[in-house]
């Protein structure tokens, strides 16, 4: 673990809860690191496959939004229930997300998982029951080590924290022990086609502790999807019976690689 990266994620946090007291964006008065203007400017994803939630041009969707599918998803289901991303990954809101995971500003998490935590509370009180337990997409070890923190983790229970006021307990849990291992040492996903990220990802994901039988699985960011559907693949196998994905944003078709 290096102490020195991990008291900085720390220390991004504390000093934005404790002496800044403006949006990083506009620079306007806010005690959250994006005031509630500037988030309302992100790239919300408003017209995207009712699966997957691949982002879809305006045109290609059906007047029932529930009914549009992305060529993908009508040619092979995905391997999970349906995906769930508020926001688009470009401009501003990957810029965001970017920040957090190479620059260490953490103070970005909560603002961020804020929007994931309204989207999924309007999405599940209309339709359908909650995941008895959430679990995350670790990164790497030696990832982990590098960056002094392990993001996913950290807005995962950020995230639960968030739901807990209005679930109570009925808020997916997060056991103590991951259940998910990543086993070998992978090239970074964002430099890879997507043709090689499938085959990086065989017998990545290791699933090794008993996991519930309706489960939500969260990642900071989707791109091509590959990482997930893997994940959810191995859930299934070790017996999982619907796997909601649960991320931060969704990368639009232009934005690959
Ligand atoms: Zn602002
Ligand atoms: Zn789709």
Redesign the pocket.
């Known amino acids: 673990m290096d102490w020195l990266q991990l008291s900085t994620s720390f220390l991004s946090r504390v000093y934005y809860s404790i002496f800044s007291n403006q949006c990083s964006i506009c620079q306007a008065h806010s005690k959250a690191a994006i005031c509630e203007y500037c988030k309302t400017g992100l790239e919300y994803n408003h017209h995207?496959?009712?699966?997957?939630?691949?982002p879809l041009p305006q045109q290609q969707m059906a007047q029932n939004a529930s009914q549009s599918?992305?060529?993908?998803?009508?040619a092979t289901p995905?391997p999970y229930y349906r995906?769930l991303a508020p926001l688009r990954y470009e401009g501003t809101t990957r810029v965001l997300i970017q920040n957090i995971k190479f620059h260490q500003q953490a103070h970005f998490i909560q603002p961020l998982m804020e929007i994931v935590r309204d989207y999924l509370i309007a999405y599940y009180s209309h339709t359908t029951p909650w995941p008895s337990q959430l679990l995350f997409v670790p990164s790497h070890p030696q990832r982990i080590k590098e960056r002094g923190f392990c993001q996913t983790q950290i807005m995962a229970n950020t995230l639960c924290s968030l739901l807990k006021p209005t679930l109570t307990s009925s808020t997916p849990y997060i056991a103590s022990r991951n259940p998910i291992q990543k086993s070998i040492h992978t090239q970074a996903q964002h430099t890879l086609s997507r043709k090689l990220r499938m085959q990086n990802q065989q017998g990545v994901y290791q699933i090794q502790e008993p996991i519930e039988e309706h489960v939500a699985l969260f990642d900071d960011v989707m791109t091509t999807g590959s990482t997930l559907e893997s994940c959810a693949k191995a859930l299934q196998r070790k017996g999982a019976k619907r796997i909601d994905i649960w991320v931060i944003a969704r990368t639009p078709d232009e934005k690959h690689g």
């Open positions: 995207a496959c009712a699966v997957c939630q691949r599918l992305c060529d993908k998803c009508q995905p995906c």
